[in-house]
């Protein structure tokens, strides 16, 4: 089987996959370090291992047992190349469904390298990006949304990206997946059976059944594609951005989120010229934050350029803090920005209207002040008042309650995408229902929506669909 990869100035790539290679790579970071781990995987990992490792108890190699650890040495002929542990993982009970052996020697990189040459020189070859995680997906150890989802494991930043990328590795989105397509796989063979009987004109699918599963399935499925909002921003960042006039202690807010000062603050106007942007996480969940320029008439160029940027976040955020000054500012004038930014946002973005600076007045009259404005908080960015109560606001707004409910959240694009053709397929086939088409109309769209639930599963596949996937990996995984 042939996959493609593409390099960034080699072109493509062609290699080819062929099982009965077997492959080494480094499963650690690259570079010096106190131990580093290589990994053989293949038929002839215990044969190559063999022929180099010697145990301190003098044991023959072929009498250790699987998922088990030796401490020994490794020679080169009759030289000592370093004093290793070996873990052992017999055929089909590891991570690739093949024999693999893990090599913990000392992270000298010339250890590192010396290693490399001599098990390539016994006949491994050096693995492909995401090749030992293909080879669990081709032995049947994982299906495809399982091994998408060590690629994120491996790459989570925050206890929510960790949590659902570890849920759907150990197979929580596969195994609803599988559930859809069983209970519609059970009505395509009815409907199948029918047109074998097309001349007698029976029904062997109930059409009020098929219409209740298909209405069932419209809406888990509808479901599942609306957690793609959470999904992506979670596994991703949600970016925040902060915005309002100058002065109204943007700036000071970003510092105090971020606990560190990262923005200059300054009572000058116009300090802010570019995008400032750091991250933090609230439990469990990372938000982007991105201080912005203050938005405001001005002929001043480089002020204007940060102004347009400042219009640009905005629009690519997923929430925006409009922030004011409460002393300085009227309803009216609020309620003029609060629509000039809303007509920038994007058509999911939320904004979350906050009134700072609550310690230099009255906050009780300036709550009067403004109370024509829904859900509006006051804060003390200097003071870091009510600080936690934005915060709270924040997570709100990320869906943090659903993240908790252990419901599956759908973090990737193409599974994302595969939903949505699986629906429309579905709703052809309700409303074919509706109409009281044929049987065979019905099971052309009820076959599109297997095929698309299929997809992924990586029960149905195409070879570039796998070489984009898989060389996204790490190359030691």
């Given amino acids: 089987m042939v996959f493609k990869q593409y390099g960034s100035c ?7 996959y062929n099982p009965d290679d077997t492959i080494i790579a480094l499963s650690t970071p690259p570079g010096s370090g106190a ?3 290589l990994r053989l995987s293949g038929s002839k990992a215990f044969e190559f291992i063999n022929k180099v490792f010697r145990s301190a108890s003098d044991k023959d190699f072929s009498s250790f047992k699987s998922h088990t650890l030796h401490f020994g040495n490794i020679y080169e002929g009759d030289e000592l190349l370093d004093e290793v542990v070996i873990s052992l993982f017999k055929n089909p009970n590891s991570f690739t469904g093949e024999d693999v052996v893990e090599i913990s020697c000392h992270g000298s990189a010339y250890i590192q390298q010396r290693l490399f040459q001599l098990f390539i020189k016994q006949g491994a070859r050096v693995a492909n990006p995401g090749e030992y995680t293909m080879r669990a997906f081709m032995k049947g150890r994982m299906d495809l949304s399982q091994a998408e989802a060590v690629a994120d494991l491996v790459a989570s930043s925050s206890e929510a990206s960790h949590r659902i990328a570890l849920q759907q590795m150990r197979g929580g989105f596969s195994g609803e997946i599988k559930e859809l397509r069983e209970q519609l796989i059970h009505f395509a063979s009815m409907i199948e059976l ?15 059944e098929l219409k209740t599963l298909v209405t069932n399935l419209i809406t888990h499925i509808t479901h599942l594609s609306n957690s793609f909002a959470l999904g992506n921003v979670i596994k991703n960042g949600i970016p925040v951005a902060i915005a309002g006039e100058p002065n109204a202690g943007k ?31 609230l439990d469990g969940i990372r938000f982007r934050f991105i201080d912005t320029a203050g938005i405001r008439e001005t002929t001043d160029k480089i002020e204007s350029l940060g102004i347009g940027r400042t219009y640009e976040k905005i629009n690519a955020s997923s929430v925006v803090i409009l922030l004011f000054d409460a002393t300085l500012s009227d309803a009216a004038k609020l309620d003029a920005a609060i629509k000039a930014v809303k007509e920038k946002t994007g058509e999911n973005t939320k904004v979350v209207v906050v009134a700072n600076k609550s310690d230099l007045g009255n906050e009780a009259e300036l709550r009067a002040k403004f109370s024509s404005v829904e859900d509006l908080i006051f804060i003390s960015a200097k003071q870091k008042h009510n600080i936690e109560g934005l915060k709270s606001k924040l997570l709100q707004l990320a ?6 409910s252990g419901q599956t959240i759908v973090t990737n694009a193409r599974h994302f995408e595969a939903l949505n053709n699986a629906n429309v397929a579905l709703k052809n086939v309700y409303t074919g229902l509706e109409k009281n088409i044929p049987g065979d109309l019905l099971a052309v769209e009820i076959r599109r929506a297997l095929y698309h639930l299929s997809e992924i599963l990586g029960q149905v596949t195409t070879e570039d669909l796998l070489g984009s996937i898989f060389s996204r990996f790490c190359i030691g995984k």
């Fill in 10 to 16: 080699l072109g493509e790539l062609v290699y080819l």
């Fill in 35 to 37: 131990i580093a781990v």
């Fill in 194 to 208: 029918e047109l074998d009987f097309s001349e007698e004109d029976v029904q062997f699918a109930n059409r009020a």
């Fill in 251 to 281: 700036s000071t807010l970003l510092n105090v989120l971020l606990n560190e000062e990262r923005a200059i603050v300054s009572d000058i106007p116009g300090t802010t010229r570019d995008t400032i942007e750091d991250e933090i996480t």
């Fill in 399 to 404: 869906n943090a309650d659903l993240l908790n």
